[in-house]
């Protein structure tokens, strides 16, 4: 009895098996070292650990302390040559539970090692590994142990089944034998297993590598426009400080002229005042000869008054003088040149080339699209324009394509579509075909685009054809291609912006946006 209560406390209270390298927690509860470290690892990130035996809470993960005396105590009462203790007793030590070693299937018992070296070695005493299952061992109708297999059923038979019953004639062989053969086979199968999971090893390994890269990426771009952003800020604070301090500049060139003006007039002022009181005086004189004479000294204050203002008094009349004002038109250069400045830094940081000069080449275009003036639409049309058939004309198919092409650098353009009809924007080489069906965007292995038709989106390179859902939710999509990258990338320009698709290649030739249009109402516009 006093056995069974030191096995009962020799338990793990997680695996409920005898204690294998026994921890302590800080609260005092034995577990297996690999038990308790499984169950802290699934606490991970909670917040939180947890005793499963007592339920105290840990803030930080806590220490693991071996028990070496519970670990001695475990090798005592188990030695260490049986392993992890089975479940299974000895079935000849009655008087206490003693793990057995092994089992015999002749005898249906198992034995510890003190019986073990006192049971019989005859051949007819099968040993295997502790275990309770006697029947599966047996033959249900002979009663006999199983040590014959049959090949032609699949079954495991004893010595009369072999002589006698179902079995006669057919190929038996040994269990051992069959079972070395199945072996083998699972050799064979454990060796696939293990190439395939050391593949998919690899693909999670790439995986993890790629993750890790995409958020170097993604730090790396988010350093870059934080950078960006916090550049901008500062010009924009600059040239905000030069703005003022050209509208103080200006102000205080204004405020002089007018001060200088004032002074002036202020001068002028008192000058006629003076003059206005010795002719006042004068007026005043009853003696004739005086008035007479003092006229002839003072000829020049009379003359003064008789021809009229001088220039200062003439400037003066007007409210604001002629240029004596801020110039806001200058200003307003100023605050426009500093912004342009500021957006072709912002262009430049990002690495985009803005190709606003995309323009239609009518040359190229099929005698039902009608090209706007401008050369920036394309619509389909039921009437044939009756062009004449060049070399460079599409014959067969709604489209046309750019003058421009593009063989080096990072460009971006955008295109309005409509609900209606179908259409295609991508690009392609200018070695495309001009007649048949192979000449559509799309449908070679020259040309890449995307594919609108009633809401339904694709992109198409050589036929194939890609699937995008959902639908769009705009009537704006964006094109960036990156030509050294091999990268032509397609986004609907909705609130936010939606990565539809990334065609990645080595493009051989210079490339050229390509349209195509069918349908009423079909229309794309080039906006950038």
């Given amino acids: 009895m006093a056995s069974a209560n030191l096995r009962e406390e020799l338990i793990c209270p997680i695996c409920l098996s005898i204690y294998t ?18 169950v802290l690892d699934t606490q991970e990130g909670s917040g939180v650990y947890t005793c499963p035996e007592c339920r105290k809470k840990f803030r930080n993960r806590p220490g693991l302390q071996k028990n070496l005396k519970l670990r001695n105590i475990v090798g005592y009462f188990i030695p260490t040559h049986q392993g992890t203790y ?38 007819e005493h099968v040993l295997t590994e502790p ?12 009663k006999e142990l199983l040590k014959y297999y049959c090949t032609e059923d699949a079954a495991c038979i004893c ?35 293990k190439t395939k999971r050391r593949k998919t090893e690899n693909r999670v390994q790439s995986l993890q590598e790629h993750r890790r890269g995409v958020q170097e990426k993604a730090a790396g771009v988010t350093e870059r426009l934080t950078a960006l952003i916090r550049d901008i800020r500062k010009q924009l604070e600059d040239l905000e400080k030069r703005v003022l301090s050209d509208i103080t500049r200006q102000q205080e060139q204004v405020l002089l002229t007018i ?14 005042t003076r003059k206005m009181s010795h002719i006042e005086e004068l007026c005043n004189m009853t003696d004739p000869l005086t008035v007479v004479q003092e006229q002839e000294s003072h000829r020049d204050d009379f003359c003064g008054a008789e021809k009229g203002d001088n220039e200062v008094t003439q400037r003066g009349n007007k409210q604001v003088p002629a240029g004596v004002d801020l110039v806001e038109g200058l200003i307003s250069v100023t605050l426009y040149r500093g912004l342009a400045n500021i957006v072709t830094d912002v262009k430049r940081g990002l690495y985009v080339q803005e190709t606003s000069d995309i323009l239609l080449d009518i040359n190229t275009a ?109 009537d704006t999509v964006g094109i960036l291609l990156d030509y050294e990258a091999g990268r032509l990338t397609f986004y609907e320009l909705c ?21 195509w249009v069918w349908g009423d109402g079909a229309c794309l516009r080039i906006l950038r």
């Fill in 159 to 193: 010595v009369s089944c072999s002589l006698a019953g179902e079995h006669i004639g057919h190929q038996v062989e040994m269990l051992n034998e069959a079972s070395e053969k199945k072996k083998e086979k699972l050799r064979i199968v454990l060796q696939k297993l």
């Fill in 21 to 38: 390298d026994p921890v302590t927690l800080r609260c005092g509860h034995n577990f297996c070292q690999s038990c308790i470290k499984s």
């Fill in 495 to 515: 609130d936010p912006i939606r990565h539809l698709h990334t065609v990645t290649v080595t493009f051989t030739e210079p490339l050229h946006a390509a349209f």
């Fill in 366 to 474: 099929h005698n039902n699209v009608i090209v706007s003036d401008d050369l920036k639409t394309i619509s389909w049309s039921d009437i044939d324009k009756q062009q004449p058939e060049t070399p460079e004309r599409f014959i067969d198919h709604y489209q046309v394509i750019s003058t421009r092409g593009f063989s080096s650098g990072r460009h971006y353009w955008e295109v309005k579509t409509r609900d209606l009809g179908v259409w295609r924007v991508g690009v392609c080489y200018p070695s495309i075909g001009r007649r048949g069906t192979e000449s559509v965007i799309g449908n070679n292995n020259k040309s890449w685009c995307l594919r609108g038709w009633c809401k339904d989106l694709s992109v198409l390179h050589n036929t194939i054809r890609t699937s995008l859902p959902p639908t769009l939710s705009c």
């Fill in 131 to 142: 275990t309770t299952s006697w029947g599966n061992r047996k033959c249900s109708i002979h």
């Fill in 86 to 123: 089975s479940g299974i007793s000895c079935t000849y030590c009655i008087h206490s539970p003693v793990p057995a070693t092994k089992s015999c299937l002749h005898c249906e018992a198992s034995l510890c090692d003190a019986h073990l070296k006192s049971h019989s070695k005859s051949e």
């Fill in 259 to 272: 001060s200088d003006l004032i002074q002036r007039l202020e001068k002028e002022k008192d000058e006629l």
